[in-house]
T-cell receptor, first 111, second 118 residues
Framework: AQTVTQSQPEMSVQEAETVTLSCTYD???????LFWYKQPPSRQMILVIRQEAYKQQNATENRFSVNFQKAAKSFSLKISDSQLGDTAMYFCASSGYALNFGKGTSLLVTP | GAGVSQSPSNKVTEKGKDVELRCDPI?????LYWYRQSLGQGLEFLIY????????KSGLPSDRFSAERTGGSVSTLTIQRTQQEDSAVYLCASSLVTGTDTSNYGYTFGSGTRLTVV
């Protein structure tokens, strides 16, 4: 079975600072994809960043980047220059039969 | 449509009643997924459709839950004889990729239906 673990239920960061959200996963697939989704209070899940497992280079999308450690099965999300609008639930997910999600990290960005 | 549309946005129902939740995916997306998000929990996979077929229904929590998809488009999730533990946000998503591994490019989600059983 595929599992995704997010060990930080809640995190807080000040505006303009950098924060890292942790995620570990377990999969038996040889080729797979990893994702970070953001869920603001509007409930809509928004894709933040996607990483292909066979690519060693870490994915980057503007202020969002990942640290992908394939051997350790670790996939953390770094948010630089945090903004108030980054306040949301963040879910890590792995591909497979269907996307498998972790339980999420609630991120609060404070002024 | 431009995005995944779900209706109703919120639904309050009495225990024992049946409810229908609707999902209208992005036009042309052949794969459609239903997830359940309970308070403080992650997303629990329920079922997915490839076209009008549901290859695996084992994620449905009980036989009170059923889903169908018609015309390769709109899907309906039906919960019969609702129980309080069914209270959750039900999220629908769609994707263009088909095949045995349909999640490679991620999904586009709707805003969900918040179901409250009283």
């Amino acid at each position: 079975a595929q599992t995704v673990t997010q060990s930080q239920p809640e995190m807080s960061v000040q505006e303009a600072e950098t924060v890292t959200l942790s995620c570990t996963y377990d999969t038996s697939e040889n080729n797979y994809y990893l994702f970070w989704y953001k869920q603001p209070p509007s409930r809509q899940m928004i894709l933040v960043i996607r990483q292909e497992a066979y690519k060693q280079q870490n994915a980057t999308e503007n202020r969002f980047s990942v640290n992908f450690q394939k051997a350790a099965k670790s996939f953390s999300l770094k948010i630089s220059d945090s903004q108030l609008g980054d306040t949301a639930m963040y879910f890590c997910a792995s591909s497979g039969y269907a996307l498998n999600f972790g339980k999420g990290t609630s991120l609060l960005v404070t002024p | 449509g431009a995005g995944v549309s779900q209706s109703p946005s919120n639904k309050v129902t009495e225990k024992g009643k049946d409810v229908e939740l609707r999902c209208d995916p992005i036009s042309g997306h052949t794969a459609l997924y239903w997830y359940r998000q309970s308070l403080g929990q992650g997303l629990e996979f329920l079922i997915y459709f490839q076209g009008n077929s549901a290859p695996d229904k084992s994620g449905l929590p009980s036989d009170r839950f059923s889903a169908e998809r018609t015309g390769g488009s709109v899907s309906t999730l039906t919960i019969q004889r609702t129980q309080q533990e069914d209270s959750a946000v039900y999220l629908c998503a769609s994707s263009l990729v088909t095949g045995t591994d349909t999640s490679n490019y991620g999904y586009t989600f709707g805003s969900g239906t918040r179901l409250t059983v009283v």
